[in-house]
């Protein structure tokens, strides 16, 4: 089973990272939070791993930090949630407010987070209240990170679209987005967009 990867960043896009090792390349799906921290492509990268193997499917999920896997890991524990929405939890908040929002018990925000419903919000804090720490700087306050941003609009659409929203509406989104944070960091616009899409 694979647990860790480190070689040469060939390809990164919003959910996905190619990573050559010894001239074999991993897919590897991955959160915003992850991919924002990646270096560009050529650059030397270190990604923890979870292994999903399916009848299917074999899947490489990768995280940069430890608390992002663990986190990931034990979202897929819940009923109803699977990688791709585990996935999308984790690109809707940073780790430490994901956390805190489970912890904390904050339905309301959980369900700002595409795919998460009320009673999908509401099995998450019943499921992992307990078994999730508190990761330092949680605030459970807002999906937006109030940080500038910039010209990425492509890869936040591509992103929402991936999320599962459709073109024009994550396109009016990012618009909107641009209206109240100007800037150059990718994150900060992509989650005022993710929030501006529902």
């Known amino acids: ?67 992002e896997k663990q986190l990931f890991e034990k979202l897929i524990t819940v009923s109803g949630i699977g990688a791709k929405l585990a996935l999308t939890a984790l690109s809707g908040l940073p780790t430490a407010d994901l956390a805190a929002a489970i912890r ?16 999908t919000a509401e099995r998450m804090i019943l499921e992992l209240r307990d078994k999730i720490d508190a990761l330092p700087g949680g605030t459970a306050k807002s999906l937006a990170a109030a940080a500038p941003v910039s010209e990425v609009e492509a890869d936040i659409i591509s992103a929402l679209v991936n999320l599962g929203s459709p073109r024009p509406a994550a396109e009016a989104a990012v618009r909107k987005a641009r209206t109240t944070i100007p800037g150059d960091d990718f994150e900060p616009l992509f989650r005022r967009a993710l929030e501006l899409v529902r």
């Open 104 to 119: 904390g018990g904050e339905v309301t925000l959980l369900t700002r987070i595409p795919g998460v419903g009320k009673k």
């Open 1 to 67: 089973m694979i647990a860790h990867l480190r070689g040469t960043l060939l390809e990164k896009h919003p959910h996905q990272a190619i990573v050559d090792c010894q001239g074999v390349g991993y897919d590897v799906a991955i959160p915003v939070s992850t991919y924002t921290r990646l270096p560009d492509a050529g650059g030397e990268v270190q990604l923890r791993i979870h292994t999903s193997v399916r009848e299917d499917a074999i899947q490489l999920f990768g995280f940069f930090s430890a608390e």
